[in-house]
């Protein structure tokens, strides 16, 4: 156990390092890619050229080019302006980008990250202390690690038992949100068809994340 916890410290300084070099590593990048593109912007002024070499040692070159980006401003001007053409100049494409609220819901509806119930019978259950029951009404919000302190503190939980009825508590909470979601969209079918629906429609890339924290120097 005490060589694992070293290795443990050993990897997580280097990351640490390693992550801090990367940050001072891209800035001085942007620095010289800057340096390089005020030295091409003066070399290719007045000139139809559309890119330029810079030549280091050996085989090492770096190529700095001018592009345009199109963005309209009126389509409608467009498609006015080239008529019965349009079709041939300008792919119609629909696009859809989903807000997070909108992914959270999917994601646990195709996860199953939900657990059918009432968030006032499982308040009940934690406690028969009606003051301590409308508390937590108001203070339980899904937030796993929130809602674990909360149960210690307002109502005296151990911290496994807290963190039993915390995981409890967010997927009731999901259910009951999820519910409400299908309701105000008209869903006529049950629950698990929509469900079954959306498990049919999307995917869910599960993965993980590895986030790099430093102390700062005083």
Same mark, same amino acid.
């Given at each position: 156990?005490?060589?694992?916890a ?15 070099e990367?940050?001072r ?5 942007e620095?010289?890619k ?21 030549w280091?040692?050996?085989?090492c070159? $770096? ?12 389509m ?18 629909t ?8 992914k959270? @819901? ?12 009432s @968030?006032?019978?499982t ?16 203070? @339980? ?5 929130k ?9 005296? @939980? ?8 915390a995981?409890?508590?967010a997927?009731?909470i ?12 008209g ?24 986030? $790099? ?6």
């Open positions: 156990m005490m060589a694992e070293a290795q443990i410290k050993e990897k997580a300084d280097r990351l640490v390092k390693l992550t801090g990367q940050g590593i891209k800035a001085e990048i620095e010289i800057a340096w390089f593109e005020k030295l091409a912007t003066d070399d290719l002024k007045d000139t139809k050229k559309k890119t330029i070499d810079y280091g040692s050996g085989n070159r $770096v190529v700095v080019g001018n592009s345009e980006t199109v963005k309209p401003v009126s409608t001007m467009v498609k006015k302006l080239l008529g019965s053409v349009f079709p041939d100049f300008v792919k119609e494409e696009a859809y980008k989903m807000t997070e609220p909108c959270r @819901l999917l994601t646990l509806m195709a996860l199953g990250n939900y657990t059918e119930g @968030l006032d019978e308040i009940r259950a934690i406690t028969a202390d009606e003051k301590i029951q409308r508390t937590l009404k108001k203070k @339980l919000k899904g937030k796993y690690e809602d674990t302190e909360c149960l210690m503190k307002l109502a005296g @939980l151990p911290e496994q038992e807290a963190s039993d009825w995981y409890l508590t997927e009731i999901n259910w009951e949100w999820m519910l409400q979601i299908l309701k105000a969209a869903w006529q079918g049950t629950p698990q068809e929509a469900v079954e629906t959306i498990r049919a429609a999307i995917i869910v890339d599960e993965g993980i994340k590895v986030t $790099v924290e430093a102390e700062k120097e005083k």
